[in-house]
């Protein structure tokens, strides 16, 4: 069974930070990049950032400098280091292969940026 499963989110001050979490299923982890994508309501979901299995990454204009993305192969786990919150990063976020796959979308996690 292909799972991903996003934690972490929560509300945060702007200028502060969280770091989000993506446990996946083996089967994708081990031989895809992996992205971090969030959505807010009214808008399309996203890419915010990438990683290939090789550890090289891109950001979108919009997170760059603030955001860091993180994998370890070994838990087959994916991680989103965000600092320098931004209310307009206010947004569910998800997990899934880059390009992504339809099927594998998840519940996502809240990030809320607010005073």
């Known amino acids: 069974q292909v799972q991903l499963v996003e934690s972490g989110g929560g509300l945060v001050q702007p200028g502060g930070s969280l770091r989000l979490s993506c446990a996946a299923s083996?089967?994708?982890?081990?031989?895809?990049?992996m992205g971090w994508y969030r959505q807010t309501p009214g808008k399309q979901r996203e890419l915010v950032t990438f990683i290939t299995t090789g550890g090289n990454t891109f950001n979108a204009d919009s997170v760059k400098g603030r955001f860091t993305i993180s994998r370890d192969n070994a838990k087959n786990m994916l991680y989103l280091q965000m600092n320098s919150l931004k209310p307009e990063d206010t947004a569910v976020y998800y997990c899934?292969?880059?390009?992504?796959?339809?099927?594998?979308w998840g519940q996502g996690t809240q990030v809320t940026v607010s005073s």
């Open positions: 083996r089967s994708i982890f081990s031989i895809n990049t």
């Open positions: 899934n292969s880059y390009p992504p796959v339809a099927r594998y």
